[in-house]
């Protein structure tokens, strides 16, 4: 559990840093929701029962993640985001078969798993947000700069031209 608790507190502190308060309060909504609704039924002291529900759990908040940073996330893509954990519920649920220890170690093992992976996936999400961003600034500082570079050409070559104005003063 150690290792979960320095995975979420790292990426919450690289999310400060990263996200605007709006942002953050609302992946933190997120990822604690789904964190706590995957402890409960962790502790369910059936095997395996809570694989599917705690998968849903994930899915969603993966999905709703999504929303808070512009992207459309479709079941298939959030199920291939969190395929890497899936390895942890197997071994998870091996402990629940030693009875009360084993279902508050299950529990605990898939609230911060969820918690760790909803963390992760926010970051990543922030990340391409921000890089969008940047890249859209980027582009319109130089339609900007390409407008008023044209503007000036242009303004410059009736100016600075070479050739001399027809004197038409002598046309009664």
């Known amino acids: 559990m ?65 929303k808070v940073f512009g992207q459309k996330i479709e079941e298939a893509g959030a199920k291939s985001i969190i395929a890497a954990a899936a390895s942890t519920f197997v071994g998870r649920s091996f402990v629940k078969l030693i009875p009360i220890v084993g279902w508050e170690v299950s529990a605990v093992v898939a609230a911060g798993v969820t918690e760790a ?14 890089q969008e961003y940047l890249r859209q600034q980027n582009a319109k500082e130089a339609a900007d700069a390409y407008a008023k570079a044209n503007y000036y050409k242009k303004k410059n070559k009736y100016e600075d031209s070479d050739e001399e104005a027809e004197d038409f003063s002598d046309i009664d």
């Open 117 to 130: 992976i909803g963390w992760t996936v926010a970051l990543d999400f922030a990340k391409a947000y921000r």
């Open 2 to 66: 150690a290792d979960y608790k320095k995975v979420i507190k790292d990426k919450k502190l690289e999310a400060g840093n990263l996200m605007n308060d709006s942002q953050l309060a609302k992946c933190n909504g997120i990822i604690h929701t789904a964190s706590v609704a995957s402890g409960v039924v962790g502790a369910v002291p059936i095997f395996i029962a809570d694989a599917i529900p705690i998968s849903a759990a994930q899915v969603t908040m993966v999905i709703t993640l999504g």
